[in-house]
């Protein structure tokens, strides 16, 4: 295995950490963390209007790809690239945000970890 799909298949396996840490996030995390790292999140959507994870496994974001669309497809699943996208990058982090703080701060749940 080459030097450069070492570093790629690192990159993914890091990514998908990233994405499944986002979504447990409001169960492990105080919501001080996890809404600043959802607002970190999409602020990198508006400057650069991408993941700048992406690039560093050869995602390549034409026809509306995102890294979602492509965990989906390892699943079998087979969704519209741009309904997708348009769903992670406008509704899911403010959504994920919005749960956290109704899960911890609404109904008083202590986050598992800190």
Do not use: K, S
């Given at each position: 295995m080459s030097t450069q799909s070492i570093k790629s298949s690192l990159a993914f396996w890091l990514h998908t950490l990233?994405?499944?840490?986002a979504w447990v996030a409001p169960f492990l995390i105080t919501w001080k963390v996890s809404v600043a790292a959802y607002a970190a999140v999409m602020?990198?959507?508006a400057i650069w209007g991408k993941c700048l994870m992406n690039e560093h496994h050869g995602l390549d974001e034409s026809g509306g790809r995102i890294f979602y669309t492509?965990?989906?497809e390892k699943m079998g699943f087979s969704p519209n690239p741009y309904w997708v996208k348009t769903i992670v990058r406008q509704w899911l982090y403010p959504v994920l945000?919005?749960?956290?703080l109704f899960w911890q701060l609404v109904l008083g749940h202590a986050p598992l970890l800190f």
């Open positions: 990233a994405v499944v840490a602020i990198q959507f492509d965990l989906l945000a919005a749960f956290t």
